[in-house]
C-alpha cells in the first residue's frame, strides 16, 4: 500500500493512505489480520443474560431549571435500557437505595451491580477501629440483603 501512496503522490495525487486503505477495503482488495488488529483493554457492554449486570450512577444536573438536583440512574447492562431514574436533593445512600427498590420491583433483582467509588456506593473508614475497617454505606447493606455483588469501577468508566 505505501508503494501505491508514493505512486500516486508522484503523478500529483495528494492522497493519505487511511483513504486507500478504505477504497481497497470497499472493493474487497485488503485482508484484515487479526494479529494486527488492536486488543481492547476492556469491552462495554458484555453480559450475557437477562439481570446479570445494571450500572449505577449519580449525575449532577447541570441544566439552570434543575439547579441543585441530583439524576440517579440504573441502566441494564446488555440492552442499555434506563431501568431506574429519578431525581433527588441530594446523591446519599438513602436515595440509592429507595430507586433501587422501586427498580427491583419492576424488573427484578440484578445478579450485580456496577458503580464507581462514589461516597453513597462505598463505605468509608471507620475511625475508631483498625487500619482497614470500613463502615458499609446503606447502599451496600441494601445489595447483602438481596444477594446482589457489588463491583466498583475507576471514575467515568463505564
Known sequence: MQLTVKRLRRTGYNIGYARVYHILKSNDMVTSSPAKSRQRKWVRYE???????????????????????NLITYLYD?????????????????????MLRQTISRFGVPATILSDNG??????????????????TLFENELLSLNIILINSRPYHP
Open 47 to 69: 453480559r450475557l443474560y437477562s439481570n446479570a449486570m445494571w450500572h449505577a450512577d449519580w449525575h449532577a444536573m447541570k441544566d439552570p431549571r434543575m439547579k441543585g438536583m
Open 78 to 98: 446488555a440492552s442499555r435500557c434506563v431501568t431506574g431514574a429519578a431525581l433527588f436533593r441530594e446523591a446519599t445512600s438513602k436515595n440509592a437505595v429507595i
Open 119 to 136: 461516597s453513597c456506593f462505598v463505605g468509608v473508614r471507620d475511625r475508631k477501629k483498625p487500619k482497614n475497617s470500613w463502615m458499609p
